[in-house]
């Protein structure tokens, strides 16, 4: 009879945590439409989304600066914002599981080092290159060394940490380490070297920002982080199961070597396509996961896609906090991250040190 009622107790309580994180998806699908439309109807500018659609519907010619502020400023803008925020935050829960450590984050295996690097290289040794190279990217240099910077240090970490086909968690956490150093004492002979225009540019493109976002830029990020987002829901399963170990893991049927292929390659292509197009931004990684682990659990299955949209709609909400708060000027939108992640992560840390006795 005690095992019967246990038994019920168990199923009642997963229903209630499936019918919480239903709720908890609902809300956050709310709260990114909700924030979609505030990030494209508020500004510096005059331009109103309002009359832009009352025009549409009167039949009338949207105006001039309506066009343009909205369709090739705040839209694009938009686009990027969603996909940015939900790639750093997807990635900080892929890295979390697979590193079993919840302080990980996407930074922890040396993409945004090596993305930092590569945009370096670009901004003080462009003028360097052929003049064909430069006409074939044109403004997208610094993204296309960004993004290619990345992915180098992600296949050099897995070089050093995979041996006998087995990669060693442990070892590319250490090995990411010496990557990061290294990528920041190279990063720093080269800004040793810049003028100041470059080092002005390094500066901002070091604190993040959308400012510069445009559908050139979102059309080439978005393959490559929809496709790594995508790809990292189906390694719900496994991220579960490594959580008990990788040898439990294993005696479930869970690839474990496959899936940790998998999860390396869709963080250091999400990580690196969102670094490549808004610069280097923290904290949504870290802080995103944490946030949702509270309200609906450890379950991957719906934290993957939970991620994805609380990412989306936070780094909207900092993105219009940055347009807002100096207009018409703009704050780099790493500072407003750092500033709201910062105090969250700290509480975050304190609620674990008090309910873990840590």
Known sequence: MTLAMDHDGLNVAALDRRVTARRVTLALLALLVFTSICSISVGASDASVRAAFADLIAGRDISDLDRIVLWDIRLPRLAMGILVGAALAVSGVVMQGLFRNPLADPGIVG????????????????AYLPASILAWVGN????VAAFLGGWTSVLLLYRVSTRGGQTSVATMLLA?????ALSGAVSGVLVYMADDQQLRDLTFWGM???????????????????ISVFTA??????????AMGEAVAQHMGIPVQRSKNIAILAVAGATGAAVAVSGGIGFIGIVVPHLLRLATGPD???LLMNS????ASLLLCADMISRLIVAPAELPIGIVTAILGAPVFLWILLRRHGTMGM
């Not at 590569?118 to 003080?124: N, V």
Request: net charge positive.
């Open 111 to 126: 993409v945004s080092a090596g993305a930092g690097l590569g945009a370096i290289s670009a901004i003080i040794l462009g």
């Open 300 to 302: 991957h299955h719906r």
């Open 233 to 242: 829901q189906f390694l719900a399963r496994a991220l579960n199961g490594m």
């Open 208 to 226: 993040g920002s959308l400012a510069g976002a445009t559908w050139t830029k979102a059309a080439t990020a978005a393959p490559i982080i929809l």
């Open 140 to 143: 997208s240099l610094v993204a």
């Open 308 to 311: 994805a949209l609380l990412g």
């Open 176 to 180: 990411g380490i010496a990557l990061g």
